[in-house]
């Protein structure tokens, strides 16, 4: 498989970023934020959506809300989508939604973390900047 392919969606290459960059949070400014609804919802396909907020400043590439959830094991996480966002210090609603591919998400409590990311080149190969990263708990309900 190609980094080029790898690469090709929003949402995979915010997560292969958010994995290859640990730490990374550290450089979020306390102005930038990101929130996770209290609740988010199940389909009865298994597509899970979830939603909250976002803030965040002057960004010069591609910008990103990604989001995922971990029921149990808190090592097997699941990306549930990826949103654009508009990096122009006003706060913006997100929403992202997918179905897990394997083990099914089930309602009831789970862990999302959301994190808005970009995408800035300076210099060639695309490099991530955090914006703000949210770790919290949910209630998963069936739509």
């Known amino acids: 498989m190609s980094l080029r392919s790898v690469l090709g969606s929003a949402a995979g290459a915010a997560l292969l970023l958010l994995a290859a960059a640990p730490g990374a949070t550290a450089s979020a400014a306390p102005y930038e934020t990101v929130t996770v609804d209290p609740a988010g919802s199940i389909a009865p396909d298994g597509t899970v959506t979830l939603s909250g907020t976002y803030r965040c400043l ?24 990826g949103t654009r966002a508009v990096c122009d210090g006003m706060e913006h609603a997100w929403q992202n939604s997918g179905k897990p591919s394997s083990d099914p998400v089930a309602p009831g409590a789970a862990r999302v973390e959301a994190t808005v990311m970009e995408l800035s080149s300076g210099g060639g190969l695309p490099l991530p900047r955090f914006h703000a990263v949210r770790d919290q708990d949910v209630t998963l309900t069936e739509s």
């Open 58 to 81: 002057g960004n010069s590439g591609a910008a990103f809300v990604s989001s995922s959830v971990s029921q149990g094991d808190p090592s097997v996480r699941h990306g549930i989508g």
